[in-house]
Nanobody
Framework: QVQLVESGGGLVQAGGSLRLSCAAS????????MGWSRQAPGEEREFVAA????????TYADSVKGRFAISRDNAKSTLYLQMNSLKPEDTAVYYC??????????????????WGQGTQVTVSS
């Protein structure tokens, strides 16, 4: 079983930036697709970004493409999400995810094995 612990969320003004981190333990981090999903109040959980096990392939939701960047450090078993030009509609709880192949190739938020506890991101207008 993998343990995922997110950090880095907070309150930021529109146009600002945040960097989320996810520390993983318990499994071979470098073997797995990883990603980020988010859930706003009253909304379904949605795909945000995914990265292949080696870090060479990334995919993004259309709503964040060009503003967010996912990366990973396999030596540190850590996943990152750099979020720039934040908008109020980015407000949500962000979850670190261990994904299956479908999470990366189909951007399917249900194609996941494990989730962290989430970190709140709030963007004020």
């Amino acid at each position: 079983q993998v343990q995922l612990v997110e950090s880095g969320g907070g309150l930021v003004q529109a146009g600002g930036s945040l960097r989320l981190s996810c520390a993983a333990s318990g499994r071979t981090f470098s073997s797995y697709v990883m990603g980020w999903s988010r859930q706003a109040p009253g909304e379904e959980r949605e795909f945000v970004a995914a990265i292949s096990s080696g870090g060479g392939i990334t995919t993004y939701a259309d709503s964040v493409k060009g503003r967010f960047a996912i990366s990973r450090d396999n030596a540190k078993s850590t996943l990152y999400l750099q979020m720039n030009s934040l908008k109020p509609e980015d407000t949500a709880v962000y979850y670190c995810v261990v994904g299956s192949t479908g999470y990366l190739t189909r951007r399917d938020p249900s194609a996941s094995d494990s989730w962290g506890q989430g970190t709140q991101v709030t963007v004020s207008s």
